[in-house]
Nanobody, 113 residues
Framework: QVQLVESGGGFVQPGGSLRLSCVGSGINFKIYTMGWYRQVPGKQRDLVARITSAGTTVYADSVKGRFTISRDNAKNTVYLQMSSLTAEDTAVYYC???????WGQGTQVTVSS
């Protein structure tokens, strides 16, 4: 059974930072491209950042220079380090494996003063 479990979301003030984590199980984690996506109510789920098995990264234009995706295959974990957060970053953040073929349950990030 494949499971992706996100953690690290929460409430943060504008300009603050958060680190999201996603632990995978039931898959050969190291061969999967892993991604972070986000969704706000009424809108589609959008790619935030993606990292391939080789470590190649892709970022949405809106987060370039502020967010960093990384992975630790020994821990079956992908991270999203978020800094200089703004209210526009408020969303539910999802971890995805593959195209994605698998999704986590999501973690809420709220940026507000």
């Amino acid at each position: 059974q494949v499971q992706l479990v996100e953690s690290g979301g929460g409430f943060v003030q504008p300009g603050g930072s958060l680190r999201l984590s996603c632990v995978g199980s039931g898959i050969n984690f190291k061969i999967y491209t892993m991604g972070w996506y986000r969704q706000v109510p009424g809108k589609q789920r959008d790619l935030v950042a993606r990292i391939t098995s080789a470590g190649t990264t892709v970022y949405a234009d809106s987060v370039k220079g502020r967010f960093t995706i990384s992975r630790d295959n020994a821990k079956n974990t992908v991270y999203l380090q978020m800094s200089s957060l703004t209210a526009e970053d408020t969303a539910v953040y999802y971890c995805g494996a593959g195209m994605p073929a698998y999704w986590g349950q999501g973690t809420q990030v709220t940026v507000s003063s």
